[in-house]
């Protein structure tokens, strides 16, 4: 049972335009998702985050909106550049008890961007 | 500040021989991170440690054993590795609330 889903497994988009990669998820107890950005042979890199008390979070040509009604999640970059082409995965916790955070991640949609 | 570093980067086992993983920080991070990814999936978490001499079950923890001796080395072993562990494994770690930072990852291809 996948509790992130990354339905589209590929996009691509003119550079210049919008980029609007989704993430749904079927847990209401996740309390923190983030957006990682991986590159082929290398490890995932943090790219933004959002705690559920939100519902937007910017970071430059970043956002990140929270539905939590809907249970889902998407990533706006804006402007698309060339070198934004990656894997982009999301990734959603609760709070455990220990006091850290048990990421689920998605499967991940490669965003390509055309010059 | 070379953040999390991984050991070794690639390795091919024959099924049956046993192997550790190695993951390095030096954030002074509390808490770490093993988890392998396979095609088609997301990042899945095995093991995990919230300190120095800690360890705790993720999703898929059969088959693999860790330790944590010291606050900056999470060891991930293979005692009798097996093809459905033939995956890319990478490390993490992150302060408590913060993010986590991952390694570069390791290809184990088990033959």
């Known amino acids: 049972d996948q509790q992130v889903k990354q339905n589209s497994p590929s996009l691509s988009v003119q550079e210049g335009r919008i980029s609007i990669l989704n993430c749904d998820y079927t847990?209401?107890?996740?309390?923190?998702f983030l957006w990682y950005k991986k590159y082929p042979a290398e490890g995932p890199t943090f790219l933004i985050s959002?705690?559920?008390?939100?519902d937007k979070n910017e970071d430059g040509r970043f956002t990140v909106f929270l539905n939590k009604s809907a249970k889902h999640l998407s990533l706006h970059i804006v402007p698309s550049q060339p070198g934004d082409s990656a894997v982009y995965f999301c990734?959603?916790?609760?709070?455990?008890?220990?006091?850290?955070?048990?990421?689920?991640f998605g499967t991940g949609t490669r965003l390509k961007v055309l010059a | 500040n070379a953040g999390v570093t991984q050991t070794p980067k690639f390795r091919v086992l024959k099924t049956g021989q046993s192997m550790t993983l190695l993951c390095a920080q030096d954030?002074?991070?509390?808490?770490m991170y093993w988890y392998r990814q396979d095609p088609g999936m997301g990042l899945r978490l095995i093991h995990y440690?919230?300190?120095?001499?800690?360890?705790a079950k993720g999703e898929v923890p059969d088959g693999y054993n860790v330790s944590r001796l010291k606050k900056q080395n999470f060891l991930l072993g293979l005692e009798s590795a097996a093809p459905s562990q033939t995956s890319v494994y990478f490390c993490?770690?992150?302060?408590?609330?913060?993010?986590?930072?991952f390694g570069p990852g390791t290809r184990l291809t088990v033959l």
């Open positions: 954030m002074n991070h509390e808490y």
């Open positions: 959002i705690s559920s008390i939100k």
């Open positions: 990734a959603a916790s609760p709070l455990v008890v220990s006091g850290t955070y048990k990421y689920i």
């Open positions: 993490a770690s992150s302060s408590k609330t913060d993010t986590q930072y």
């Open positions: 440690s919230v300190g120095e001499g800690t360890t």
């Open positions: 847990n209401s107890m996740f309390d923190y």
